[in-house]
């Protein structure tokens, strides 16, 4: 029997369609099977340095995320990263990062298909956030690169704050909540709609 | 305008637009701006309905939330009970009537959207009066991020009820100018028609916002209803007014008494009439304004009744100028009328005792005994109260670190001085946040007699009740909460039975337990307790306030949060094919899983008898990618789970796996699972479905407080795995036509051990684990490829009859086994040994979590009960779970003794019958009794059996 490599599908592929019908001013794309990587590594310590020169990028500090370059980081805990990489990054980056830490205490784990990425864009995207997220959106109290674990409505997110004002952020959700959170933003949605 | 009570000149409705309603089933018209109760009045109606209890007619004693009485039933557009006509903005179209006490939810599914919105602020104001304008235009010019919110539709809150003049135009216009102003700020958002519901810890205070309910039928659909804002505020300043508070005298209930200033408020506000023969019977100044006003629009005041001997010679005057009979020194003592008020009983009273009664006719009795801060939110907020003997109420005693109050809301009576007060309250707001307050010139008042209330006069004669002329009777016609019908008498009742805190007579006598949470009955049944009891009302304080401070509809809390979004649903990467395929689902926890799959016109009982049988003979696959999987890494990773597991897990070596259990400090199992080592420094444990959270929980918690030291992590990895259990004797078959690549012999690939692989062409890991006794595997890919590995194993199965099988099958097989389910065949008071697993508890190590409780003797007892299997007599019964076992055939008197428990109970295609576990006492010693089941007033006799009883020597696991 011949085997071929069967396809791949997304949490929310079969929700493009639904999302592409949004209201002007607020878009919502999947991004979808990007490399994830869980980092654990005491903050300073000589593995996270490893994995800073490895990377070429500094850890952020709480609440933050360095998303300058092709591996974006996201502080998600006091000792805890999660590492986003384009797609098909994840085979090689396991083994690199492990090595660059070498008999150091940092571990690296593959979480990949754990969550799957939202890319919100819009003027509407700080009101629709704000029917289900407690989060200040303020572009004082969060400016962009801010990167808050919380809840959108009854879901646990990772929001990632990407244009001023959060008129474009990243939700990381859970595979198995993305359905619910397309669900939810839909009828979040429903008051831009008009009449 | 054909309302026979409209004033012209007066009030801000819009005379020019007519809106048509239907009262009780009569029709009547009304404007824009009104209330039902105003458009009511204003028609002349004041009977709204009759009161709970008694059945006494009852009118509109108030004109906001502290109505107590005019309760109404929303029959259009939408059914809605119990809201009061003084807060019901009238619309086209509205059809109400009068409610005595309950009213009726609708039986269709409202149609209205709800939803909830979290905003943020440096200050948030409650209230747009003088106070909260003055402290939100100060906020506001000193660019502070602010929120105000009101419960009326227009700006001014007090002022729309007054004649009060500031810079010498009516003070409306500033108010207007104010808010118009504030409409410039970016940083300033306006909520009008809002109340502030609930006043938490850490500055969140929750409102409630009706957007479209004044719409009508005309509401747009796409636009919520009524919304919940959740605000969080570093500072809050409480601008919420003051209600004023009746006193009780005989027969005070009847329609046509009303609070003196709420009668104020219908003519300067709404432009009505409450009357055209009035009584004002006062304790204080504010009533004279009232008074004067609605004589200067038209209405005969036939008397003003003061309680004190002093009245302000400038009251006096004003009286004598406009020919009002004043009577210093003087209370009403009851009232006559059927159905309406039509007279007044008024008396001279001094030291306590009353003079000889004259009866004044009227239609309207106007009614002050004093003003009641609202200080429900700053109590919520936990804010000290202090008595106030001078005004007779219970006013803030401090501010808080972030919450102050303004205002009449802090006993500040004067609109000068609320003006003054709301704008230092905001300054010294910001100053406790490190910010600045700009001074705000304020508008100037006019200090002329008509216009001056309460405490630039004389002071205000504090008067709860007045003495019952009826012989013998102790207050048994004066109401006390005119919504629960409660009198003092029955007040008076609850402290002569013994009761000394307000708290147990609130419960006693149920007064403050309606809608309007005692607004005006509270205070005053802390004063008749105090009166009673001989105590200082000081000492004897208030009930306490709770949220929510106005009814809120359970809609609107819901919210969105309803229909498919009620509960967030958890979905496996396979559930497309699932649904797709026929299966109907079981929910566990937040998850959606297959339940079974059955086929055309197939019963549940079938599905599953055939769904079993393919595992059994032939080679099945279910979903198991719910399964909580948690990867464990670091140099002390064996060490962690050597502490947590009752067995040894450091000594496992790469590629085998090893079955654990999880058990508590008190030794009871807590979960259980199977543990793969993935390389010398990790592995990857895996938990039941509902506990992958609890249990992730449980591990961190031991690891941070314990053991910090561990140079271990915990990552979840549930989510990033698609799990399939590939199951039967033609298992390795299959497995071999989709992955050439993998030696499947059982030599080369043993039970208990993984595999890496090429599956489908996908990288996969592979483990050779059962949960069913038949030769298995366990096949886990990165979710995304969860559908195309399970349509290739679907494909390559087809010759051999390859059948999708649920959670319903997966137990059968399971349970045929004796693997126990942990949560149901355990309830926490369950042991490893209990279960028949005293092998998986290590007598080696030195220590793990539950060991020493293993050393207890009531651990050790040998009655305690222990799983075992269940076979009924009749095999075609199946005993429900949860079923109690008892020793004998005939059910004894109570109490029964009770043996045990059915835990499991199925169908076994297997085994041609119905079996059962069950948790027994000295089950073990049992194995071959008879036993009892009652079942529907029989009992159904079982034999006690070994719980494996399928394959018992376990020689299917190799295929």
Known sequence: M???????????????????????????????????????????????????????????????????????????GPDEWLLVAPDGRREELVPRLRAAVGDGFATVTDVSAQRTTLALSGPLVRAVLAQGCAIDLDRRVTPVGSCLTTLLAQAPITLVVRGEAASSVWLLVRSSFASYVAAWLLDACTEYRGG | ??????????????????????????????????????????????????????????????????????????????????????????????????????????????????????????????????????????????????????????????????????????????????????????????????????????????????????????????????????????????????????????????????????????????????????????????AYPAALELAEAGVRIAAVVDAREEVPEHWRTACEERGIDLRAGHVVTGTSGTGRVSRAHVAAFAQGRLGDRRGVDCDLLLVSGGWNPAVALFSQARGALRYDAEAGAFVPAQPLDTVRTAGSAGGT????????????????????????????????????????????????????????????????????????????????????????????????????????????????????????????????????????????????????????????????????????????????????????????????????????????????????????????????????????????????????????????????????????????????????TGNAAKVLEWMEEWLQTEWPGLRVHLTSVTEHWATIPLVGPRSRDVLALVAPGLDVGNDAFPFMSWRDATVAGVAARVCRISFSGELAYEINVPAWYGIGVWEALLAAGDAFGITPYGTETMHVLRAEKAYPVIGQDTDGTVTPQDLGMSWVVSGKKPDFVGKRSFTRAENRRDDRKRLVGLLPADERVLLPEGAQIIATSGIPEPPVPMLGHVTSSYRSAALGRTFALALVRSGTERIGDTLYVPLDGRTVPVTVTDPVLFDQEGTRRDG
């Not at chain 2, 458009?39 to 939330?65: E, M, T």
């Open chain 1, 2 to 76: 011949t085997v071929e490599t069967p396809a791949r599908f997304s949490p929310l592929s079969a929700w493009q369609d639904r999302l592409a019908r949004l209201p002007a001013g607020v878009r919502v794309r999947e991004l979808p099977f990007l490399s994830q990587l869980t980092l654990r590594a005491e903050p300073g310590g000589a593995a996270a340095k490893a994995v800073e020169g490895c990377l070429d990028v500094t850890l952020p500090g709480p609440s933050r995320a360095e998303m300058s370059g092709d591996v974006k980081v996201l502080w998600t």
């Open chain 2, 413 to 688: 009576f004067t609109l000068s001085g609320c003006l003054a007060d709301g704008a230092d309250a905001a300054r010294r707001a910001l100053a406790a946040i490190g910010g600045t307050g700009r001074a705000v010139s304020l508008p100037a008042t006019v200090p002329l007699p008509a216009t001056v209330p309460l405490s630039d006069g004389a002071p205000a004669q504090v008067l709860w009740r007045v003495p019952s002329p009826r012989d013998g009777q102790d207050g048994t016609h004066q109401f006390v909460d005119l919504q629960r019908d409660a009198l003092v008498s029955d007040v008076l009742r609850a402290t002569g039975a013994g009761l000394r805190s307000v708290e147990h007579v609130k419960r006693y006598t149920t007064i403050g337990t309606a809608h309007d949470q005692g607004r005006t009955s509270g205070v005053m049944t802390s004063g008749i307790v105090a009166e009673a009891l001989g105590v200082d009302i000081a000492d004897l304080g208030t009930t306490r306030f709770r949220p929510p401070v106005v009814p809120v509809a359970f809609a609107a809390l819901a919210g969105r949060n309803r229909g498919e979004l009620f509960d967030p649903v958890r979905v496996t990467a396979l559930h497309p094919w699932h649904v797709e395929h026929g299966a109907l689902f079981e929910n566990v926890g937040q998850w959606k899983r297959p339940w079974y799959y059955p086929g055309a016109g197939e019963t549940m009982e079938e599905a599953v008898l055939r769904e079993s049988r393919a595992a059994r003979t032939g080679v099945a696959l279910m979903d198991g990618s719910t399964l909580g999987k948690i990867d464990v890494q670091g140099p002390d990773a064996g060490v962690l789970l050597d502490r947590l597991y009752t067995n040894v897990m450091s000594t496992l070596e790469v590629g085998r796996i090893r079955y654990g259990v999880m058990c508590g400090v008190d030794g009871m199992v807590v979960d259980d699972g199977t543990v793969i080592r993935v390389a010398e420094q990790e592995f990857l444990l895996t938990t039941t």
């Open chain 2, 1 to 286: 305008m054909n309302n026979p009570f409209r004033v012209r000149g007066h009030g801000h409705v819009d005379p020019d637009t007519t809106l048509s309603f239907t009262f009780d089933g009569r029709t009547y018209t009304g404007h824009p701006g009104d209330t039902l109760a105003s458009a009511l009045l204003a028609n002349g109606v004041h009977h709204v309905a009759d009161s709970i209890k008694y059945g006494r007619p009852r009118g509109v004693l108030a004109a906001g939330a502290e109505e107590p009485n005019a309760l109404v039933q929303i029959e259009a557009p939408f059914p809605e009970p119990m809201l009061t006509a003084t807060t019901v903005e009238l619309y086209e179209g509205l059809v109400a009537r009068g409610l005595s006490g309950q009213g009726r939810l609708s039986d269709r599914p409202d149609p209205a959207r709800y939803d909830t919105l979290h905003a943020h602020c440096d200050l948030l104001v409650v209230g747009a009066g003088p106070a909260g304008l003055a402290a939100t235009l100060t906020a506001a010019r000193s660019g502070a991020r602010v929120i105000l919110v009101d419960e009326l539709p227009q700006p001014g809150g007090s002022l729309l009820g007054s004649q009060e003049l500031l810079d010498g135009a009516p003070a409306t216009t500033w108010a207007g100018d104010v808010i118009a102003e504030l409409g410039t700020c970016a940083d300033v958002q306006v909520l009008r028609r809002t109340t502030a519901f609930g006043h938490y810890d850490d500055g969140l205070v929750l409102a409630l916002e009706k957007r479209t309910d004044h719409l009508g039928a005309a509401a747009p659909a796409h636009v919520s209803r009524q919304r919940i804002w959740r605000i969080r505020a570093r500072q809050v300043v409480h601008a919420t007014g003051a209600h004023e508070r009746p006193v009780a005298f005989d027969d005070n209930d009847r329609p046509g008494i009303m609070l003196a200033g709420s009668a104020r408020t219908y003519l300067n506000r709404f432009g009505v009439l409450p009357g055209r023969r009035g009584v004002v019977f006062t304790t204080n100044d504010s």
